[in-house]
């Protein structure tokens, strides 16, 4: 029986593998990013995957992961490319040879790979090869093991992520809970509380089945060892049970965890219905089609390298937000359910317009998801994780991805609910807490038109506010409300309220700059501001990078006095005109003041175009892709922010880019020859970049469909009805796309 | 061995009963307060009972039963005496006969008795004798089943009180769950959210253990039955378990339900720990016990029905909040913790001063949970229930038991923390939700000294904010800080802003009547205001009585406009001096326009004392303990409010009065000849009314320790320290206490 197994096995391996190499999904390389400051996470997980099984490595991270560190054990919960204070890292399985190690003492580690819904890695203190993959609700570990009469496969119940505690974000425990039920069972739940966005405790709860009997268990609670009983009840501690066993050489145990956030039954449920055999190639391989099946929706010319950086960065775009659908312990609706905004003003610009492409039924999803939200929580969230929302960093930027959905046509949402909702954010004030939900500072902004110095973060809320008032105010228009769009489209001038035309830097003038609430600019930058809502002193200047209590949310002047997406012409006047505004653009690139690993400057490249100088666009496009994305662990320039930087690499390597949260796209220089974009409604997008090279990098020509394309930019309609564009491609810089610029409020 | 158990049994019951209609305890009647609006829960219950067992009867009701109504099933969550939609009744237990009920068909019941820690009804239609008893987190059941090859018991997880969705206040279903262990055992939980509160989701687990085991066994889940699977996970559906037996006639079947608001394994552990024994009689005993050594710090000399009137009253003050030391799901902290503060605005006044005479460790207890509240949740609640604050009925009013408890002399209570959490009440509005906790409308109270009509409940707020002032600012004063003392003493004059001296009613002049932002009366009384955040339009003059949307949260002017405890003189000034006060007090009373069942109006008896007037005082209580409270099941006026009503009996029988947040108790008029404190500090505060009688009620003089008393107040060293009051009584009017009247800010 075993020996037919055995043969079959290696029939089928044969069979699979020229087909396997063949696959897109082969290109995923979870290391790029995990080095550098991409923090994203290289484990195991699936599209929308609840559950991220992946490596903690000794001193803790936003993944987990510390390349080249030492491993602690294999979470389940994690989140990817983010910053600040950790989030997840519940329920922990560590395996263990000789005498147990409770404190989850670390390991080196070799022999490392990964791919697409697999991780591998040796470790070497215990001498046990690990290896991970997941179902939906699942995570299923396979763990070889030397030959040993105590070989252990440890379940800590009370591990999670504690990494941030400088900045006061790190997670807190609240509670852990085991209950061995077999030789070959264990359940429980681990309850923490804040991390970043400072969210209410969450419960993640277990059921783990093992395929080997214990020849001894224990448990634990927090120091306390115990051999005889088998429940660790809650009481604020961490607990934990061990199995242990003798194993021969190169045994294998498997272990399958299944994880929910109602209960362990659900936890149970949820494994037997997600994962109801021991196959682990067989598991390994769905995940590996589902990616598979997702990727290959785009089809790229490239470089094998290409490749690798493209779907790559399509993978990391896919790993949040995660849907949760039945996992929701606050309340129950019809409305699909997904956790992991973290946050919207990353995601809105580049993930979320991929997903519009590719998954609009994931779109539609995730944008019900927030309305059920606002309806049983009083707002959509910014950023929400651990089921809480928490910590708003621009603006609420969930209008912008309702807008953006409305633009392009997206069926299935409750359009009237989301102009509720929108309105909600811009009326009325979040409270207590200004940095957790809504428009923190709105008492300024809709008296005065902008935040004042009154408030932290006043620059960043009043131009990301602008920006979503001009999303409410159309909103409000295709509903029919042309008061609501009078009201709005008016504040989407406020962005005006802190342009201080006099301020200089670099012979560049007219910068967004620090007001007081008596409407006189807060000129002393010496002295400098302390915001009122519990804010630190900030320096401000047109350089000031800042975080939470500064002037601009981590950015500055330079930077955010280019973010106007709704009104770039408005802008080129402000900034003195077309020519001015070209020569301010030159000024910021050629300074190096663009900061790509930034979102509120990811539109930035394309602002040429407005001034007609698609060329310009075209070549920073080019510089930037090449100079920051590489197929190498420290290959993503700055955090990958949930998929954002590697989704703005999707678009721009393809050749065109969103304004998000408005119907248009504008064309940029694609590295690849062709690119064909499978849309679910069964049509095909071909781009053809017709002689293009390393110098062939600008626009002579173009063609749609056939017809002559004298525009830089075109609409989502373009892409969902099918078609082609043609580039033609030249060493020289033109004059291509420069009689329609792109739209704008103003002109 | 059977009969020579039952031997034993008559023997010490025979020992027992006469020791134990001596005990105080037996004076407690459950039932007074079930009929009328009184509301209260006439189940078994400890004192600070985390679990109340009790009926739920078909309809539903706030504290789950209904006098002469039809029970569904006995539940282990509840609250006592309180309004608006239901909160609790989960996990509940139904014996039944024959084929199973799942929706919980109702019976008529008979033989109903209830005494302190126990509750019997006959159920009639299963002919089931039930009888509850509590340990302190275990509910115990017992259940005398009639011979039958079909008897049940059904534990239903998915049951909850439903009630008050008219008024948009009802619980609802997010999940539940059941895991039978065994042919004995079942656990799962019942996870719900909203209620009067609005509170977020909270999950009540249960272990529960019958000693019997089942023939047959089912769970069911929605409306499906299974035979063959002993566990529910849950889907957001209800989900119960049935045991069904053979029974002989007087068959007893006991099943005993750990609860925890942690997990089902703490629900377990809580019940081995609190009930490790099956002994019914033994539980029942010691619940009375506890009671017993609780009531007993009070001993009366009044008659049987005034002793069952007084006993009761002081059980009801003893219901709420509930301990729930170690069943904290939110967070961790060395911190006593409680829950079911429902609200502070009704129980500031009279439960809390009582505990800070009989049990001043609980209260400093309280007070330090609710300081645990504000640390990990942003402020303490006017109102917590389900672990989550919600609805902040008036002021916020946890200040004022805060500076009560400094001003008695409380310690173990960081008053540094305490006031840094009533100056973020006094500077931080709530936001979006400002009913649930904090000031709501504080933007108006900070600019304009007074809460305009643009919001809800401007009136009652305002006079509240007032009195959460002049706490504040004695908290700072005390703690020398001498610039909030400056700042907030002021505010404590902010009822003067909406005191408009020109309405008249009923020949009074001078009423707290709404007033426009642009500071202005708000005359026109026939238009009628809208609150801005989001009240319907509410008619106002001075009898307007209205709830959230109104200018005075359940009140009226009349009664309003006499609440400013802390400055009784310059009130008195206010409606025109002594005299013209003295005749307002009368046209107040003689119109009826005082509510005994109202809270606001609690002090304004005693209002007279000011004036000089104690004989009116101890006339008018007098009139209301005779004609509002008895010894029957309508026998509370209005809501008991978590023991407000009983409490304020309590005082005023014994023959005195708080005005909570100051350290003074006014004279009134004892109900009994002989009234004894015993204090835990070891000392006893006598209170002796000499000559009593019905018509005996005014004071003619008094003495304290020997030495006369000449005012009609005194303090709480008076009481801590232990003594003798001895009030000379008389029928005739006397001006005592007239030279000295009580406290007051301004003379």
Same mark, same amino acid.
């Given at each position: 029986m075993r020996k037919v197994n055995f043969l079959i096995f290696i029939i089928l391996s044969l069979a699979v593998v020229p087909g396997y190499t063949q696959k897109v999904f082969h290109y995923v390389d979870p290391f790029i990013g995990t080095e550098g400051e991409g923090n994203v996470f290289p484990g195991a997980a699936l599209p929308f995957g609840m559950v991220k099984l992946g490596p903690d490595c000794k001193g803790h991270s936003n993944s987990g992961y510390i390349s080249g560190g030492q491993i602690e054990g294999f979470s389940h919960t994690h989140v990817s490319g983010t910053g600040g204070g950790a989030k997840y890292g519940n329920i922990m399985v560590s395996p263990q040879v000789g005498e147990i190690n409770f404190v989850n003492e670390s390991s080196p580690f070799s022999h490392e790979f990964a791919s697409a819904g697999y991780y591998t890695a040796f470790l070497d203190k215990p001498k046990v090869k690990a290896e991970l993959t997941v179902a939906d609700k699942v995570g299923f570990h396979q763990y070889t093991f030397p030959p040993s009469t105590a070989s252990s496969i440890l379940i800590d119940a009370g591990h999670f992520l504690f990494f941030g505690h400088q900045w006061g974000e790190a997670q807190e425990l609240v509670g852990s809970e085991v209950r061995v039920l077999s030789d070959t069972e264990v359940e429980g739940y681990n309850r923490v509380r804040h991390g970043w966005n400072f969210g209410d405790a969450y419960t993640v709860f277990f059921y783990a089945k093992l395929d080997k009997k214990a020849a001894k268990i224990l448990t634990w609670k927090g120091e306390r060892r115990y051999t005889d009983q088998w429940v660790q009840p809650d009481s604020g501690e961490k607990t934990g049970a061990a199995f242990t066993f003798e194993t021969k050489a190169d045994e294998q145990i498997r272990v399958k965890v299944g994880i929910s956030f109602i209960s362990t039954a659900k936890a149970r449920e949820n494994l037997e219905s997600n994962l109801p055999h021991w196959d682990f190639e067989q598991t390994k391989n769905e995940a590996a089609d589902r990616w598979n099946s997702l990727l290959s929706k785009i089809e790229i010319s490239g470089s094998e390298t290409q490749k690798k950086v493209f779907y790559t960065s399509m993978y990391h775009a896919y790993l949040m937000p995660v849907e949760r659908n039945g996992e929701n312990p606050k309340w129950t609706s019809g409305a699909p359910h997904y956790d992991d905004f973290y946050a919207i003003w990353d995601t809105y610009r580049t993930?979320?317009?991929?997903?519009?492409i590719l998954t609009p039924d994931r779109q539609v999803d995730m944008i019900n998801a927030l309305l059920d939200i606002y309806q049983h929580e009083g707002y959509m969230p910014d950023a929400r994780s651990g089921?809480?929302?928490?910590?708003?960093?621009?603006?609420?930027?969930?209008?912008?991805?309702?807008?953006?959905?409305?633009?392009?046509g997206l069926k299935g949402i409750d359009y009237e609910l989301a102009l509720e909702s929108m309105i909600k954010n811009a009326t009325v004030a979040p409270g207590d807490d200004e940095r957790k939900e809504g428009r923190g500072g709105l008492a300024d902004y809709n008296k005065l038109g902008y935040i004042s110095t009154d408030y932290e973060r006043a620059g960043s809320r009043t131009l990301e506010f602008a920006y979503c008032d001009f999303a409410l105010a159309n909103m409000a228009k295709a509903l029919g409300r042309d008061d609501l769009y009078q009201k709005y489209i008016k504040g989407a001038g406020n962005w005006k309220n802190l342009w201080d035309s006099e301020y200089e830097s670099h012979g560049v003038r007219g910068f967004i700059m620090p007001k007081r609430a008596n409407g006189q600019w807060h000129k002393d930058l010496s002295v400098q501001h302390r915001a009122a809502d519990g804010g630190e002193v900030e320096l401000f200047d047109e350089f000031t990078f800042g975080y939470w209590e500064a002037f601009f949310y981590e950015s500055n002047s330079w930077e955010y006095s280019l973010f106007v997406p709704h009104d770039v012409e408005g802008l080129?006047? +402000?900034? $003195? %005109?077309r020519e001015a505004f070209v020569h301010r653009l030159d000024t910021f690139f050629n300074n190096n003041f663009f900061q790509v690993s930034n979102e509120p400057g990811f539109l930035t490249p394309y602002l040429y175009s407005w001034a007609g100088r698609q060329d310009k666009t075209a070549h920073r496009i080019r510089e930037i892709l090449n100079n920051n994305y590489h197929a190498h662990r420290a290959g993503i320039p700055g955090n990958d922010d949930s998929g954002s930087m590697g989704a703005w690499y999707v678009f721009n390597s393809m050749g065109f880019y969103p304004n998000a949260g408005q119907n248009v796209y504008l064309i940029g220089s694609p590295l690849f020859e062709h690119t064909t974009i499978h849309l679910p409604n069964g049509n095909s997008f071909d781009i053809e970049a017709k002689k293009l090279s390393d110098r062939n990098i600008y626009v002579q020509s173009a063609t749609l469909n056939g017809v002559s394309l004298d525009k830089a930019w075109f609409q989502h309609e373009n892409? +969902?009805? $099918? %078609?082609?564009?043609?580039?033609?491609?030249?060493?020289?810089p033109t004059d291509w796309g420069s009689t329609s610029p792109p739209p704008s409020l103003t002109k």
């Open positions: 993930p979320h317009p991929l997903m519009t089921n809480d929302n928490g910590r708003t960093q621009g603006g609420s930027d969930a209008d912008i991805l309702i807008y953006d959905a409305y633009a392009k080129m006047r +402000a900034c $003195g %005109g892409i +969902a009805n $099918g %078609g082609k564009l043609i580039l033609f491609m030249g060493s020289k």
